[in-house]
């Protein structure tokens, strides 16, 4: 099990990431029709890394 220390410099990087994520995917559907066959690989990927940052910050609560 991780540290406190080291579960928040694990969401301080998953909440980064995300939030790149997330305006790569604002973009993508701002520039509609152009680049819709990456929809799913971008989508995919915010979506996995906002799972995984939900987890973080759920194990950091449960650490207390």
Same mark, same amino acid.
């Given at each position: 099990?991780? =540290?406190?220390?080291? *579960?928040?410099?694990?969401? +301080?990087? *998953? @909440? @980064?990431?995300? =939030?790149? %994520? +997330?305006? !790569? *995917?604002? !973009? %993508? #559907?701002? !520039? /509609?029709? /152009?680049?819709?066959?990456?929809? *799913?690989?971008v989508a995919g990927k915010t979506h996995e890394t906002y799972e995984k940052l939900? #987890?973080? +910050? @759920?194990? /950091? #609560?449960? #650490?207390?």
């Amino acid at each position: 099990m991780a =540290t406190a220390d080291e *579960l928040k410099a694990e969401i +301080k990087r *998953l @909440s @980064s990431q995300a =939030t790149a %994520l +997330k305006m !790569d *995917l604002h !973009d %993508l #559907a701002e !520039d /509609l029709p /152009l680049g819709w066959e990456r929809i *799913l690989e971008v989508a995919g990927k915010t979506h996995e890394t906002y799972e995984k940052l939900a #987890a973080a +910050k @759920s194990e /950091l #609560a449960q #650490a207390g």
